[in-house]
């Protein structure tokens, strides 16, 4: 029995400090969002990294989105809909995992054409044509992974303006891929579905 009273006692203690740890995490979270939010608004930009000494911290958008009608959303967008979409018993459609991020990205407006070679000749000084090549077969539109990829080609700074245009490059070529920009009613789409676009931000360490 003294054992499982200290056990229940290692328990408590345990519970309650994990509360705790808890509740200041929270606290230390929501000053980064905060301060990850003025940054992404005073540049205009949708993600970006702090950096401390044994991790980073990613702070950026997240999208959720609700159809609200199907068959409408078929007529403003055609029979790719259909194709790219299943039905589940509850009414509920799950896209193809591609296809739906093109479509949230069409919804937002969260996509610009930019001329990435010209980026990465001017802005970030990569003279080597063949260099660019490579880069720009490997960007990805992903802030960590592109910056990761980046200094793997030499380039010692790279501004979040940056990182966000070609994030922005790679949103266009995945929204035309899907969608005739010209011929989509926007007032129309809409009506059809409606996207949540909430700050989120996330821890990387090594564990």
Do not use: P, W
Request: proline share 0%.
């Amino acid at each position: 029995m003294e054992n499982i009273r200290e056990l229940v006692d290692q328990a408590v203690k345990l519970d309650a400090q994990i509360k705790a740890k808890t509740a200041e995490l929270n606290e230390v979270k929501a000053t980064l969002q905060a301060e990850g939010l003025r940054e992404l608004e005073n540049k205009n930009i949708r993600f970006l990294q702090f950096f401390g000494s044994s991790g980073t911290c990613e702070v950026g958008y997240k999208q959720k989105m609700e159809v609200d009608n199907f068959g409408r959303l078929v007529e403003v967008l055609g029979d790719i809909v259909k194709e790219k979409a299943s039905k589940k018993e509850e009414i509920k459609y799950d896209f193809d995992k591609k296809f739906k991020e093109a479509l949230m990205l069409l919804y937002l407006g969260d996509y610009k054409e930019h001329d990435l070679e010209r980026i990465l000749l001017i802005n970030l000084d990569i003279t080597e044509e063949k260099q660019r090549k490579r880069l720009l077969k490997k960007l990805k539109g992903e802030y960590a992974a592109d910056k990761k990829l980046l200094a793997s080609g030499g380039v010692v700074e790279v501004a979040e303006e940056e990182l966000d245009a070609i994030r922005e490059q790679k949103n266009f070529e995945l929204v035309t891929r899907f969608f005739d920009l010209k011929s989509v009613d926007m007032e129309a789409l809409k009506k059809c579905i409606f996207v949540e676009d909430s700050l989120s931000l996330g821890l990387t360490y090594e564990k």
